[in-house]
């Protein structure tokens, strides 16, 4: 397969479905399908189970988070109203769902104590894999490092999240027939991930040999 640019044309990845396949191949340790399939109520509903999905993508969830992210749950449960949609479909107010899920991060109470973006997106990614992208450190760095968006430490919580739904969308659009080849080519081997799942996990492996 050809290579394709991400990161609003940042990240050159080499061999995508080289990449891909590697990554849902379930002898090689990786998240896949541990996190992707885990079952707790099979709705988009929050419950208590999906506080403890990040540790399946290495994130530990001790006692005092997931106190607090149950502290967050009336929040975070409007995952599940979510309008029916990808991101790469998504209007900008679509975006703005989105965004506003991460907004609770930005009240004041909830600084410092451990519940940030990381395991915020790694809860409710799983409800709406279409919709709600993974986000962690290698994100960040991907996205920001080249100048695609903007690296300061100086804006919401929310504000980021719009910026990042908006270019991930943008990579979706400008790459829709790779991400397409993508999906059939992991469907082939059994494994069924949403196109932004594919997203993450090319950003995610490709930034990692980048950096």
């Not at 973006?117 to 709406?128: D, E, M």
Request: aromatic share 8%.
């Amino acid at each position: 397969m050809e290579p394709i640019k991400l990161c609003g044309g940042t990240l050159l990845v080499e061999h995508p479905d080289e990449v891909l396949l590697d990554y849902v191949d379930v002898r090689n340790g990786y998240s896949y399908p541990a996190y992707d399939r885990l079952v707790t109520n099979g709705s988009p509903d929050l419950v208590d189970g999906d506080l403890l999905a990040p540790t399946l993508m290495g994130v530990h969830i001790d006692p005092s988070r997931f106190s607090l992210l149950r502290e967050m749950l009336p929040a975070l449960e409007a995952v599940a109203e979510l309008p029916e949609v990808s991101l790469e479909d998504a209007d900008d107010d679509h975006v703005m769902c989105v965004a506003g899920l991460f907004g609770i991060l930005d009240e004041p109470r909830y600084a410092g104590r451990g519940v940030r973006g990381t395991i915020v997106s790694k809860v409710l990614h799983r409800k709406r894999p279409d919709l709600v992208p993974i986000y962690d450190s290698r994100i960040f760095e991907a996205y920001t490092a080249p100048g695609v968006l903007p690296r300061t430490l100086d804006r919401s919580w929310q504000e980021f999240m719009r910026q990042l739904c908006t270019q991930m969308r943008e990579d979706l659009q400008v790459e829709a027939e790779a991400f397409t080849e993508l999906q059939l080519a992991a469907e082939e081997v059994g494994a069924s991930v949403t196109k932004l799942r594919i997203l993450d996990i090319l950003v995610w492996r490709t930034s990692d040999s980048w950096q």
